[in-house]
């Protein structure tokens, strides 16, 4: 991988590339906060590239390698890193994790995508994932799933950030892919997240009541359309409780 000795070399200021960037979602840089200093990243699904050129241009990162299956998003990947200048940062059209090479990079992100498919993405490349010292993801859907997924593995959970930005909850994880004895999380926390559980940033708490609000209107829903049983009236109602006991308060010590 061709790497520049620095980001934006030269005169230009970090404002001035960022007057020609778009600075990207609140999400994105979430994602971009949860990525260690001077690591070699390798973007899965890049598509744009802001997270590489808003890492590159803060300086954040040694070195890019935006990915992504299709030609479109690479073009548009091409047109970011030539709109900001941005150097240091390299393409490639592939499939997943299977073009890279082990010890390549030593980071991972991939946001954006469905939680099933960032399973089948990294559990196809063990000869990568093993000699990662980052994964940072952000799947949209299947939280739960991915969180029994890490479990299984006793990967290292460094950090786990909610965010909103323009109305929808966002969930990121920063794991050290070391495998170790499986994590012990009760189902409350594979549901809420262990650390979000803990720690209670403003956008868990945040979204723990849109969930509550989101789940007694399905409860509701479910009443009034009758006598309903099933194993899905169980597993809202199980939802509701565990919304429930994550929102009291803490008792008095
Ligand atoms: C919704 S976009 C997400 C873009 C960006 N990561 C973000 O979070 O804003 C998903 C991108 O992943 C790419 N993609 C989907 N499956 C992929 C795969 N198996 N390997 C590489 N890229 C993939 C798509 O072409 C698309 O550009």
Redesign the pocket.
Known sequence: MRISSAAGAGARSVEAQLKVSRIPSLR?RTVADCVAPGAVVAD????HAQ?LAWLRIQGRITAGLG????AG?LAQARRTLAATRTEGVTLRQG??LSVLTPGEVDTVTI???GGA?VIR?VDAAAAVVERLTRLVLQPNSDWTAVRRWLAARGWVLHQERMVEDRGKFYVVWAIQPRPGPAASWTEDELHLGPRLLLERPPAFTAWLQRERARVDQALRRASVAGPTKGPRLAALRAHADRLSRALAPPPDC
């Open positions: 994105l899965i699904g890049t598509d997270l990915i992504d299956i299709a998003p499939d997943g946001a954006g995508m498919r993405m």
